[in-house]
Antibody
Framework: EVRLWESGGGVVQPGGSLRLSCAAS????????MSWVRQSPGEGLEWVSS????????YYADSVKGRFTISRDNSKNTLYLQMSSLRAEDTAIYYC?????????WGPGTLVTVSS | EIVLTQSPATLSLSPGERATLSCRAS??????LAWYQQKPGQAPRLLVF???NTASGVPGRFSGSGSGTEFTLTISNLEPEDFALYYC??????????FGNGTRLEIK
């Protein structure tokens, strides 16, 4: 069974930075693309970023391009999202999910609040 | 970017009834559509992929249909645990993958 678990969320001031982590188990991590999807309070789902298994291909939503960086450490079965220049509109629950385009497994999410 | 429009926004039904949820794409996406269920305080869960393929472990009362721009998720014989939020998502033209705005299925 695939298990994903996000961590690193919290409260950060506008303009600040935060790094999210997603620990994975129950899969051959290096074989699988991974994604981040976020959900603002009371709102719908927004894809944020995806990364191939070998880190060769990274993709970003226009709303985060240039501010967020996705990466992974396959030796630790861990996916990361480095977020900088954070804005109020980045406030959301951030989920990691398996695969690029059919999101077969999701973590429970971690809440990021951008507020002064 | 492909826009997905879900209808209705809220659907009020009783247990045992049939639910029909719709998702319309702004352009042809062939069959590259998935459906997810989300319960309060939980992450989304994949129900159906590629329009009509049910994901592993999903009860047989869930079924998807459609192609092109019009898609439907049908839940027959509603169970109490089926009352939740439902999202459609396309993968025909990514990045980005995009999601619909959701349908809330509530108990009447």
């Amino acid at each position: 069974e695939v298990r994903l678990w996000e961590s690193g969320g919290g409260v950060v001031q506008p303009g600040g930075s935060l790094r999210l982590s997603c620990a994975a188990s129950g899969l051959t991590f290096s074989d699988d693309a991974m994604s981040w999807v976020r959900q603002s309070p009371g709102e719908g789902l927004e894809w944020v970023s995806s990364l191939s298994g070998n880190s060769g291909h990274a993709y970003y939503a226009d709303s985060v391009k240039g501010r967020f960086t996705i990466s992974r450490d396959n030796s630790k079965n861990t996916l990361y999202l480095q977020m900088s220049s954070l804005r109020a509109e980045d406030t959301a629950i951030y989920y990691c999910a398996k695969d690029y385009d059919i999101l077969t497994s999701w973590g429970p999410g971690t809440l990021v609040t951008v507020s002064s | 970017e492909i826009v997905l429009t879900q209808s209705p926004a809220t659907l009020s039904l009783s247990p045992g009834e049939r639910a029909t949820l719709s998702c319309r794409a702004s352009q042809n996406i062939n069959f590259f559509l998935a459906w997810y269920q989300q319960k309060p305080g939980q992450a989304p869960r994949l129900l159906v992929f590629d329009a009509s393929n049910t994901a592993s472990g999903v009860p047989g009362r869930f079924s998807g249909s459609g192609s092109g721009t019009e898609f439907t998720l049908t839940i027959s014989n509603l169970e109490p645990e089926d009352f939740a939020l439902y999202y459609c998502q396309q993968r025909a033209d990514w990045p980005p993958i995009t999601f619909g705005n959701g349908t809330r299925l509530e108990i009447k």
